[in-house]
């Protein structure tokens, strides 16, 4: 073979990288303008429906910036980057921002709408039979997946279809000698068992009429009724019994002279209060730095225990006379491989007092999750258990990175090999896992699955149910804002912007010496 034609057949049967990058490219874009597409498919017509107007453009002005960006030839690393920097923002910025606006404003149960919500939801509920108002054989259905009822009236045997928005004829109606409605067209009607699972949405349920409205009166009968409580706007108040109730912008209620307030509220802007209440509320207050105190305990034991277990597994798995390395990191591992809200739970039975293998096996009768002390060393050990593996792992591939020659050349200058891990071998790990750590505490101050599946926060002392032996920040702050009282998603928020701050700062400081500590070692 000539060597011309031998260059030809070699070139022929060489590889076309460049041919598969852009044919990976092509496919990334289209499947980033279909993305785009379908968003914009998706969440444009019920931002037009509300009137969101800004929210509309918004999407409108990103949509036609990445449809120019991937459509054009130019921009090559912007194809890169905009993908990237759409989910740090919906993922990441979007949430904080939220969270931290939320923090701000009085946003929760009963102030979940705004003013004119909360005016519909007065008077729909304020609904009382009056004497003589009429009264309907009910039948309920439901339309798609929404709830209806079909009404009939006694008189004139008419059926009406009743719903959210009013009352509507419903011609073709087939009604039996009892005055049930047995079928009726685009409506499944409800058997009697079904009807009796929904009660709480039939009851709910109000259908409006003029100056009025129907409600159901158990499964079988509605009836029409006027509302106590009225709003005059030219008051900005509800009329009514107990009443007058006189809007209160700063707190978004309806209040009358005696100081009460509707239990339907708004949705307002209520400044530092959340904060102040935080700060001022001697409930929450009393016991913030407390919790905080085994907060930080709870996350630095969990991060040192895990990590130092998971380091001097790590190392002697990593001396060169081990055998059989690769059974016992199966082995290892486990833990790590297993959900963790299930094994949570096992660890809760395994500490009972009663029938716990762990009282069994020691021969203990100790009262793991009744005392303080126990119950904090009972969700350490827990925790221990579920997460030196993390470390263990993150901690063989670092051993794996550090050069042999380091540690021999310190034991020919006659370093023992306490005094070479000390001095050659923990720094260079710790300059490469100190980020891990840091993240490892962010995570382990905010570990709420670890508490409240375990010991819900308990043991709770007689004077005071709402803070518990072993409760976090977080498992504090879930029981104060969705307790008893309601879910506050305000206060709440504000919590948790006060634990983010927390997390920053000790992060802050921790990357910052870390920073010092590579400039030592590099």
Same mark, same amino acid.
């Given at each position: ?72 030839? $130019? ?253 016992? $990191? ?22 009972? $007092? ?169």
């Amino acid at each position: 073979m000539s060597p011309d034609v031998r260059e030809t057949a070699e070139a022929s049967q060489a590889p076309r990288p460049r041919r598969n990058i852009t044919t990976a490219f092509v496919v990334s874009r289209i499947a980033v303008l279909a993305v785009a597409a379908a968003i914009l498919l998706y969440a444009a017509p019920p931002l037009v429906a509300t009137g969101s107007w800004i929210g509309l453009a918004v999407l409108l002005g990103a949509t036609t910036v990445i449809g120019y960006l991937y459509l054009t030839r $130019r921009y090559v690393p912007a194809k890169y980057l905009v993908p990237g920097t759409v989910f740090l923002i919906a993922f990441q910025v979007f949430p904080v921002l939220y969270t931290v606006t939320t923090a701000f404003t009085n946003f929760g149960d009963g102030h979940r709408g705004d003013k004119a919500a909360a005016i519909t939801a007065i008077e729909r509920g304020s609904v009382r039979q009056a004497p003589g108002s009429p009264e309907y054989q009910l039948t309920t259905a439901l339309r798609g997946g929404e709830l209806v009822f079909l009404l009939v009236d006694p008189a004139t045997k008419q059926v009406r279809l009743g719903d959210a928005g009013g009352l509507s004829p419903l011609p073709g109606a087939e009604v039996g000698v009892t005055g049930k409605v047995l079928r009726a067209p685009g409506v499944t009607v409800l058997t009697a068992p079904q009807a009796a699972a929904r009660g709480e949405e039939i009851a709910a349920l109000t259908v409006p009429t003029d100056g009025g409205a129907i409600k159901a009166n158990g499964l079988s009968r509605a009836v029409e009724g006027r509302a106590a409580l009225v709003y005059d706007a030219g008051c900005d108040c509800m009329w009514g019994e107990g009443g007058p109730w006189r809007a209160d912008g700063s707190q978004g209620y309806f209040v009358n002279a005696a100081g009460e307030h509707l239990a339907q509220g708004w949705q307002v802007n209520v400044g530092l209060a959340n904060f102040a209440r935080v700060l001022t509320n001697p409930t929450i207050s009393g016991y913030f730095l407390g919790v905080f105190g085994w907060n930080a305990v709870f996350a630095l034991a969990s991060v040192a225990g895990t990590f130092g277990l998971g380091m001097a597994v790590a190392l002697a798995l990593h001396h060169p006379r081990m055998r059989g390395t690769k059974a016992y $990191r199966i082995a290892l591992i486990l833990p790590y491989a297993m959900p963790s809200f299930a094994m949570l739970l096992v660890w809760r039975d395994m500490f009972n $007092r009663d029938f716990g293998l762990v009282n069994q096996m020691l021969g203990l009768n100790v009262d793991w999750l009744g005392e303080v002390t126990t119950a904090r060393l009972a969700v350490v050990l827990v925790n221990l258990w579920l997460g030196f593996p993390y470390m263990f792992l993150v901690t063989t591939g670092a051993l794996q990175a550090i050069p042999r020659e380091l540690t021999e050349a310190a034991a020919i200058d006659g370093a023992t090999p306490w005094k070479a891990f000390r001095r050659v071998t923990l720094p260079l790990l710790l300059v490469a896992l100190t980020p891990l750590l840091i993240s490892s505490f962010a995570y382990n101050f905010n570990n709420f699955n670890a508490i409240q599946l375990t010991t819900e926060g308990g043991p709770f002392p007689p004077e005071n149910p709402q803070v518990g032996g072993t409760d976090l920040l977080i498992t504090y702050t879930f029981r104060l804002a969705f307790g008893t009282g309601g879910a506050q998603f305000g206060f709440a928020a504000a919590i948790s912007v006060f634990i983010f701050a927390i997390v920053a700062i000790v992060s802050a400081v921790a990357f910052r010496r870390t920073r010092k500590q590579e400039e030592v070692y590099a």
